[in-house]
């Protein structure tokens, strides 16, 4: 009886462990706002029903198992849609950011053909936060998703170095995703920040910047 003990025991303990696997999901760990982090949650879960900004973004990622993995699957659509959400945010002293957040449903609607400016490779192009540009050469798309810092002098003031601005982009080629990239709009070497990044076959230089919009070029290596 008791080597059969050691087997039942084994037995219910691989039981229970298969059951506890079984209550564990692929999906988004917060149920609200634009974190988007992925992990394997245990079901089911409580979420509350108070809508919070951004949660319109959603419908454009979700999470799903690739390759064994957790992770984050999104259309193009969704970095559109939260970079104008995340500029909203920013300017909520100026506008009510879920009156902004209406804008933002509205654009990320429409054709993202519909919403790309045009931009010419080898020619300096603006594009504001939240906004995304095309260029037919190359069948790049570029989306500036956010301000990663904004240290520069204030006029007026007298400071100790200019400050730097540095920003995201993330870099589509046709449907492909090719990366995201950090760029400021100056050179400073002994802090590793640069005003230019190569992605693929193509470089992309910040020339400067002014009430939320990048100047900009693209270039081909």
Known sequence: MRHMRIPLLIFFLAITSFSACGNRRCDVEKCHGLDMSCAMVEFPRACTAIYQLGDFCRQYAGCKMVNGHCQLVKEEK???????????????????????????????????????????????????????????EGQLKIIF???????????????????????QLEIFKSDDFLGAIEIADEDFPHLSIASGSAVADYKIKFISFGNDVATLMVTKD
Do not use: Y
Not at 98 to 110: D, I, K, P, V
Not at 145 to 167: H, Q, T
């Open 78 to 136: 969704f970095d559109i849609c939260v970079a104008c959400v995340q500029a909203c945010a920013t300017n909520a002293q100026k506008q009510d950011p879920f009156m902004c957040e209406q804008g933002c449903r509205s654009e990320s609607e429409l054709a993202l053909e519909e919403r790309f400016a045009r931009a010419i490779l080898g020619k300096a192009f603006d594009l504001k936060l939240g906004e995304a540009v095309f260029i037919e």
């Open 145 to 167: 998703v956010r301000i990663l810092e904004d240290s520069r002098c204030p006029e007026n003031a007298r400071c100790m170095w200019r400050g730097v601005v540095k920003i």
